[in-house]
């Protein structure tokens, strides 16, 4: 009998932290039944427990997923990020085990940036601070460091997909706009981009940091970087906790130099909407402590909850990687009456002509050849007439530098 695939029933999705109901429609619609989805993440033992049969796992920015999490992870084939950041994944370990790993890089790219835009119009007039003194049952009417967003400069650092909407938001409110970016970057509207950190954080009255963590973002605003603002100046920061040192943030709020500061993320957050939220910045005047929902909006979940499950069952049905944050990228077509193998290996020298041989020496007579590769990987789709059999197979797994080997038959179903 030719070899079958595995059946989609028995391919096991688990979704995590909420992801939207349209990832779990969009994989029902798409043939794949046993889906898991919970509305919190998992702490590392649970994870590790929960993670070894799963076949294709959907997180947010909670979840950690690190070596030890994918070495428990021995039938993990792809995982989705529903989120722009991917700094939560050890994208080497997921590389190094053949697992793409995929995020949505622009559904909540709107939300941020409109967050971030009222963030700056509330502080430039101390709302947060007269909104709780009325709470309280005071009155605080002042014109004491009120300001207009009109003739202000807004500072923006990192100018990628947030920075940018938010420079245009802005500067049709009035902003002046200036960015600083590690790359040259084309400035939309009147924006300028200015030579450094240091020039923009001298110039800007307002300052909100776009920028990804990466080793070199990680604290880049600490005691110097503050102390280079302007007095009364303003911080937001919606990108990630480790591109700010809290504590001299603090003082400077504490001690009147800045004005305000708006922070969405932070050095550490809790697990979960039960844990308590600790913070030198709690209790502060003028300042908005919001728990990183910068990107949770109703638009964008739904719109990150189909955009990311339609790249896994992508990749589940046809071995597509297209916009993979970490492999090598293949745009495939279907395969109708050909039979997928897709083979994940070192990038080192000979493996492909070592594949090429294992399917010379079983007579596989090859219909399609798709190669791609990147620093450390090679990935290759190569479609053939007839099903592979069990002895190619082994032969294919048993090349030197192999990572991982799937087939995908022409019925869409797969050997996992
Ligand atoms: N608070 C929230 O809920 C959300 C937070 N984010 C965070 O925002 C970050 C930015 O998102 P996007 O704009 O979509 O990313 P992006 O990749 O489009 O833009 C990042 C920009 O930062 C620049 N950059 C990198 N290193 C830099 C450095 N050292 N100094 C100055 N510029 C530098 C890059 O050249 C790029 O232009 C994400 O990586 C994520 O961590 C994203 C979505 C939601
Ligand atoms: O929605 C989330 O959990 C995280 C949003 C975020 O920080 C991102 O998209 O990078």
Redesign the pocket.
């Known amino acids: 009998m030719a070899k079958t695939s595995l059946d989609k029933s028995k391919i096991k999705i688990l979704l995590l932290e909420g992801i939207h109901q349209t990832a779990v429609d969009n994989l029902r619609n798409a043939g794949y039944s046993n889906i898991e989805h919970l509305p919190t993440s998992l702490d590392e033992a649970a994870l590790i427990e929960k993670i070894r049969d799963v076949h294709f796992i959907g997180i947010r920015s909670r979840t950690q997923l690190n070596e030890r999490v994918f070495a428990a992870a021995e039938k993990l084939v792809a995982v989705g990020c529903f989120?722009?950041?991917t700094?939560q994944v050890d994208l080497d370990a997921a590389l190094a085990r053949g697992i793409p790993v995929f995020n949505a890089?622009y559904s909540?790219?709107r939300s941020?940036a409109e967050l971030v835009l009222a963030e700056a119009i509330m502080l430039l007039r101390g709302i947060p601070e007269k909104s709780a003194r009325a709470h309280e049952g005071g009155w605080l009417k002042s014109a004491k460091n009120s300001h207009e967003a009109r003739g202000k400069t807004l500072g923006i650092?990192?100018?990628?997909?947030?920075?940018s909407q938010l420079s245009v938001l802005a500067e049709s409110l009035g902003f002046d706009v200036i960015y600083?970016?590690?790359?040259a970057?084309l400035g939309m509207g009147n924006a300028r981009q200015v030579g450094s950190l240091e020039e923009l954080l001298a110039k800007a009255d307002v300052v909100s940091l776009?920028?990804?963590?990466?080793p070199?973002?990680r604290w880049?605003i600490g005691a110097e970087q503050i102390a280079c603002m302007k007095p009364g100046g303003i911080l937001i920061n919606?990108?990630?906790g480790s591109v700010v040192v809290i504590e001299p943030l603090a003082e400077a709020i504490r001690e009147g130099r800045l004005n305000g500061a708006a922070v969405?993320?932070f050095p550490v957050e809790p697990k979960g909407n039960d844990e308590e939220f600790e913070s030198p910045l709690r209790g502060l005047p003028n300042v908005i402590l919001t728990p990183?929902?910068?990107?949770s909006t109703l638009e964008a979940q739904e719109n990150i909850g189909i955009e990311v499950s339609e790249k896994l069952a992508t990749y589940s049905d046809n071995g597509t990687t297209v916009t993979s944050v970490n492999f090598p990228e293949v745009a495939l077509p279907s395969h109708p009456g050909k039979h997928r193998l897709l083979h994940i290996h070192d990038n080192v020298p000979g493996v492909m002509s070592e594949i090429n041989r294992v399917l010379s020496e079983n007579s596989i007579n090859i219909a399609g050849q798709y190669l791609q590769t990147n620093d450390k990987v090679g990935y290759v789709v190569i479609d053939v007439d007839k099903a592979y059999g069990p002895q190619a197979l082994d032969a294919l797994r048993q090349v030197a530098h192999t990572l991982k080997v799937r087939v995908l038959y022409s019925e869409g179903s797969q050997d996992i």
């Not at 600083?180 to 790359?183: G, K, L, Q």
């Open positions: 989120c722009i950041g700094n890089p909540n790219t941020v650092v990192g100018y990628g997909s947030i920075g600083y970016d590690v790359v970057k776009h920028v990804p963590d990466l070199s973002t880049m919606a990108s990630r969405d993320v990183h929902i910068g990107g």
